[in-house]
């Protein structure tokens, strides 16, 4: 190969146009004006935030101190607390602010979503330091990460402390500071976009000064375009004999090449497309090395990931199998892996079958995984072993007792004037529940097919609830108190009067089951734009808080040995969930444990005008 003499060198074009972009870059980088920006705002946030909180704590104090009576009505603290933070909502430097008494009690939060915080105790240790500090100036920020969103943020405490007086609280305020990093990325950005304009007029004398090269380049640019399209019967056009022109030459060479290796290649090509773009599977293949090379659209669809992105990542990160497989190992899995994505509220669970790709020397060139979506499949396999195991279960009771009687009267107790009617007493009630047990079965899976129909008719709901709750009370057996708070007004409903009353008895039975002597069962409706709201509460022992999600689901029973004592099969709220939605309305339950348990349901209603009456 001919050698290049430096004056006609590329090289020599290359600094000139290199020297001329650093010059030009140098007057525009402002790294100083960058730094010295974002040191002022956050200064200025900080003192910000430290306003804010200085006034917040001189209202909280005055709240603090304030007296208050009950009897005159006056709101809790607890209540002046959210109206003050309520304030803060639409801060936009502000995420949350948590008010705690001196025992670390959460008294309120400016989180609408963690309303459920107020009343729980407070462990972080700084706003325990901060309550058992005697000082009344706030703490230092503390920089963190969001443990959920992941992005930064600062965290002050500061202390409730009247003059003179002992800390009766402190104010725990989560800042945005994300914010500030925010307007520095638009900061940036300016500067990105003053770069760009000025590479533009750098690249107007670029060309000015390259002419000489970018024509070649531009050829063969062109001519790459074609390659990609299938065309190899172009050539580039050799201007000289630089460097360019010598790769034009080699380039021209290696089309000729590619032409010839094109045609064997192309047809093995379109087989392995097609066969992977009809393919229902997931599929991915990877390099020696474990790295992703191929992946079909049906796999990236199964693990939620874009195509392109996942693309020489580590098959084993994309499948989640750090810790559990090296590549190594997953070369020698011989049996299926399975893949649970499963979260909290929805299963979701893949199989994956791995095939090595080996050649006959045996060298390992990587390997084939084929994904298949077994979520319905395991869903529906445990589904089935819990009912068998409930149905099983519940069945094998009653028949147990009845066996253990039956054969104590052919063994003679038959014989016995008083022990032969409370056996035969006995086995009627476990027949009596055996039966009931079916027919509630039966009914849901009535349901389940959706076999059925509502006979829907235009109901006074007020006639309709007073008359089952009329029909419990003149028919209950234990001391307990019915409290009505109707509407004084009819309530027109479209409902199945059948099917509704099954779900009042199933809920009312259950109140009255789990109501001690001289309780109170409560009947409410409350009325809404669109909808009433029916509620029956109780005063009974209530149901735990990690239980109460679970009432509704099938053979659910929160104290089993109780409810089987009494006569139940766990079916009752199960039923009236289903017909409650097959109304379109939800139905839910509230719950203290050892105060009572409320139950609601809703039903679809358009209120009249003249509905404005209440008991």
């Known amino acids: 190969m001919k050698k290049v003499s430096f004056f006609r060198s590329i090289h020599l074009k290359l600094v000139m146009i290199i020297v001329l972009l650093i010059l030009i870059s140098i007057q525009i980088i402002g790294v100083y004006f960058v730094g010295s920006l974002e040191n002022t705002l956050e200064d200025n946030f900080e003192t910000s935030i430290k306003d804010k909180m200085n006034i917040l704590s001189i209202s909280l104090e005055e709240q603090f101190l304030k007296e208050r009576s009950i009897e005159n009505g006056d709101p809790t603290l607890e209540d002046d607390v959210k109206r003050l933070l309520s304030d803060d909502n639409n801060s936009t430097d502000i995420q949350e602010i948590r008010v705690v008494n001196r025992n670390s009690i959460i008294i309120g939060t400016s989180d609408l979503e963690n309303q459920n915080l107020v009343g729980q105790?407070?462990?972080n240790p700084d706003v325990r330091?901060?309550?058992?500090?005697?000082?009344?100036?706030?703490?230092?920020?503390?920089?963190?990460i969001d443990e959920n969103t992941k992005k930064r943020i600062y965290v002050w405490i500061t202390p409730i402390k009247p003059q003179g007086g002992e800390t009766i609280g402190a104010i725990y305020l989560v800042g945005k500071i994300e914010n500030v990093y925010k307007q520095m990325d638009e900061i940036n950005q300016i500067f990105q976009k003053g770069t760009i304009i000025t590479l533009v007029v750098t690249a107007i004398l670029g060309v000015l000064?390259?002419?000489?090269?970018?024509?070649?380049?531009?050829?063969?640019?062109?001519?790459?375009?074609?390659?990609?399209?299938?065309?190899?019967s172009r050539k580039v056009k050799v201007y000289g004999f630089d460097e360019i022109g010598q790769l034009a030459i080699t380039f021209n060479n290696l089309t000729k090449k590619l032409q010839e290796s094109q045609a064997t290649t192309e047809s093995e090509r379109r087989k392995l497309s097609s066969v992977l773009s009809y393919m229902t599977d997931g599929v991915i293949a990877t390099d020696r090395r474990g790295r992703i090379i191929l992946i079909n659209e049906p796999a990236a669809k199964m693990l939620d990931v874009s195509r392109e992105t996942v693309l020489s990542e580590p098959v084993i990160t994309l499948l989640g199998l750090?810790?559990?497989?090296?590549?190594?190992?997953?070369l020698e899995e011989r049996e299926s892996v399975i893949l649970d994505y499963s979260t909290h509220y929805e299963p979701y669970i893949l199989r994956a079958n791995i095939s090595v790709i080996q050649k006959e020397t045996g060298f390992v060139n990587g390997l084939i995984t084929v994904l298949h979506d077994i979520t319905e499949q395991e869903k529906i396999d445990m589904e089935r072993k819990e009912f068998v195991a409930n149905v099983s279960h519940e069945l094998r009771t009653p028949l147990t007792t009845m066996r253990s009687y039956v054969e104590a009267l052919s063994e003679g107790a038959w014989q016995d004037e008083?022990?032969?009617?409370?056996?035969?007493e006995v086995t009627q009630n476990e027949t009596e529940r055996m039966i009931r047990l079916v027919n509630d079965l039966l009914q849901l899976s009535k349901l389940d097919s959706r076999d059925y129909q509502l006979n829907k008719e235009l109901v006074d709901f007020i006639v309709f609830y007073n008359r089952i709750i009329d029909r419990f009370e003149l028919t209950k057996e234990q001391n307990v108190t019915f409290e009505r708070k109707l509407p004084n007004h009819a309530a027109f409903v479209e409902i199945d009067e059948d099917k509704l009353t099954q779900v009042l008895d199933n809920i009312i039975s259950n109140a009255l089951k789990y109501s001690p002597e001289g309780g109170k069962i409560t009947f409410a409706i409350k009325e809404q734009e669109k909808q009433i709201i029916v509620s029956v509460s109780d005063k009974g022992v209530g149901i735990p808080k990690e239980n109460l999600d679970k009432v509704f689901e099938r053979f659910y029973r929160v104290d089993k040995a109780r409810t089987r004592k009494l006569g139940g099969t766990g079916l009752g709220l199960a039923i009236a969930k289903e017909m409650v939605e097959a109304h379109g309305g939800k139905i839910w339950a509230t719950s203290k444990e050892g105060k009572g348990t409320k139950v609601s349901f809703t039903l679809p209603y358009i209120q009249s005008e003249e509905d404005d009456d209440w008991v």
């Not at 750090?322 to 997953?330: A, D, I």
């Open 121 to 123: 105790k407070m462990i």
């Open 129 to 144: 330091r901060t309550l058992a500090n005697s000082s009344s100036l706030p703490s230092e920020p503390i920089k963190k």
């Open 209 to 232: 000064l390259a002419r000489t090269i970018t024509r070649p380049i531009s050829d063969m640019q062109k001519h790459a375009f074609a390659l990609s399209k299938g065309n190899f």
């Open 322 to 330: 750090e810790g559990k497989y090296t590549f190594e190992e997953l």
């Open 418 to 424: 008083e022990l032969a009617p409370n056996f035969l």
